[in-house]
Each structure stands twice: as C-alpha cells, then as structure tokens.
C-alpha cells in the first residue's frame, strides 16, 4: 500500500516500511490542500511535530486508514475527526522518554549553576567565577506534573540526584509498581510543594493554560517552573507577569505556544532559560520513534491491532 511519510524520517524506519512491501512517497513541508492531494491513494500517514492531520486533510482523503506520529502527543492530529472516519491514530509516547528525562534534569542543572552566561561569558574572555555562584538541586522538592512515561523517568534520574519527587496525575487510578517513594500530591498540593515544577502532560482541551494565573499564584515565590512537554500547558502571558512581579524566581522552557516563539518578551529575561524543543533531539530518540511507527503502520495496515 501506499505511505506518505511527510516529515523526516530515519532512513532505517524508511527502508522497513518498504521492506514490508508497501510504497513510501517522501515529501515534507506540506499543509492543507496539498497534504490532501500528496495522500491521494494512500492508506497511511507517518508524520512528527511539522505536520498539522486537520479535518479538511482527512476529508480530502478517503483511502487513508492510519495516522501515526511518530513521536510523544497528538497535539497535530484531530483526533476526534479521525476517529469519525474510522481511521486509526497512533504515536510513540515510549521512544522519547528517556531523551525527554535526561533534558529536563540537564536543563535543571544548567539554571542553576547558570551554565549557559557563564560559558558566554568565557568564550567572550570574561573570567566570572564568582559572579555565577549557583544553587544545589539535593533535598529540594521536585514536582511532576503528569506522571506518565516521560514523568516516571524523569523521576529515577532525580532520585539519583537526592531529590524529594511529588507527582499529580489525575488519570491514574493506580500508582505504578515500583515507585512509592514518589509522592502523590493533590494539584494544590504539588504547587504548594514543589521547589522545582516540571511539566510533563499532553496538550489537549483541558490541559491548555493548565499552569495559568492562579495556578502560578500557589507556587512558592523561589519556585522554578520546567516546561519541556507542550507549550500550550503555560500561559505565557501569566508567566511573563509572575516572573516580572517576582512571584516566581524562574522558568526552564523547553517549548512554546506558538514554534519558533518569535518576539517572545519571555526569551529576553534573565531568569528564564530556554531552548528550542530539544526533547526528543537525540540520535537515540529519532531512531526509536521511526523504527516504532514504521512498524506500527505495518500492523494496522497487515489488520493487526498495534
């Protein structure tokens, strides 16, 4: 059958698609009318972040059979309107987790031994050693939001690092085998608690602006808050405003509202540092993510339930 895979894939996810008999067209960049037209014929769309799978493409598509992403949220993908089609939605929540952890603690560290002006500085001849004195992260209290995949890996590496780890998930019943030394928190009580508020739920309906106005208020005025999930979770407005009335001592963005951010009034704060949604940027993570969607595409179009 026919692919379309419309963002860059790995060439080892690439060859296993073809290898499983079916025809993959290559093209990126595309949007609207001319993603409808580029999957005429196919049956399934392997995409990333780029492309948008709205209703009007799904429409303008009737041999598709199978989204998938190949990557963590399905942010990009009317999932609704698919569903309503009869065709099949999947991602690859598993194969950034490990990347997506090791960030988030990397970016951690980098705030609070200012990593990032004090190298600047270096490499413009500046020897500032005692203008960066920073801060330990050990036996500070790092909050979770979400406690999924990503959540629980960021965790372990935390635990290495001596720090206390409080999560709220509201969508689990059970707490996962093998982590009880994580607290489970109230959505107050996390950011009430919480000396480091990390970020790690899915952008959807009733996650936009879950981490608005109010809920800034009920942090801790020293707390540092980490975004590297979805930048839609932050209202970035709220944010900009507690960080400036000091209410907040710090953000850690990863991610934005709208990519690249532009004039983002954020980025020209020194207490933020932020990076170019670098989550699943590893060689790792590209790989895994492609070679899992490529075989999930070759389930669902074989008629097995991935």
């Known amino acids: 059958m026919k692919v379309l895979v419309a963002d860059r894939l790995e060439a080892a996810a690439v060859e296993r698609l073809r290898s499983a008999g079916h025809e993959v067209i290559e093209r990126t960049g595309l949007a609207g009318e001319a993603l409808g037209q580029a999957l005429d014929g196919c049956a399934a769309i392997v995409i990333r972040s780029a492309t948008r799978v709205t209703a009007e493409v799904l429409a303008a598509s009737p041999s598709l059979r199978v989204v998938v992403r190949a990557g963590t949220g399905l942010d990009n993908v009317d999932v609704a309107a698919a569903r309503a089609r009869g065709v099949t939605v999947r991602n690859t929540p598993a194969a950034n987790a490990v990347s997506v952890a090791e960030l988030t603690l990397g970016l951690l560290l980098a705030f609070e031994r200012h990593l990032a002006p004090a190298a600047t500085d ?4 500046r020897w500032e050693k005692t203008k960066y004195a920073g801060r330990e992260i050990a036996g500070r209290t790092l909050g979770l939001l979400g406690f999924g995949r990503i959540g629980r890996e960021v965790a372990l590496r935390a635990r290495a690092f001596a720090l206390e780890v409080r999560a709220h998930d509201p969508l689990i019943d059970c707490w996962p085998d093998g982590f009880d030394w994580v607290g489970r928190e109230s959505f107050d009580g996390l950011l009430a608690s919480a000396d480091f508020l990390s970020l790690h739920l899915p952008l959807e ?6 981490i608005g106005a109010e809920a800034l208020a009920r942090m801790k005025p020293e707390a ?3 975004n590297a999930a979805r930048g839609g979770v932050v209202d970035e407005a709220a944010l900009h405003a507690a960080l400036v009335a000091g209410r907040l001592r710090g ?9 690249p951010p ?3 009034p954020l980025l020209g704060m020194p207490q933020v540092l932020a990076t170019p949604h670098l989550g699943a940027s590893t060689r790792e993570a590209q790989v895994r993510a492609g070679l899992e969607a490529a075989d999930l595409v070759i389930a669902e179009l074989a008629g097995r339930t991935a």
């Open 262 to 264: 532009g004039e983002n």
């Open 224 to 226: 540092v808050l980490v």
């Open 205 to 210: 309906p009733g996650t936009r602006h879950r």
């Open 122 to 125: 270096l490499r413009q001849g």
């Open 251 to 259: 953000a850690i963005l990863d991610v934005f509202e709208q990519e």
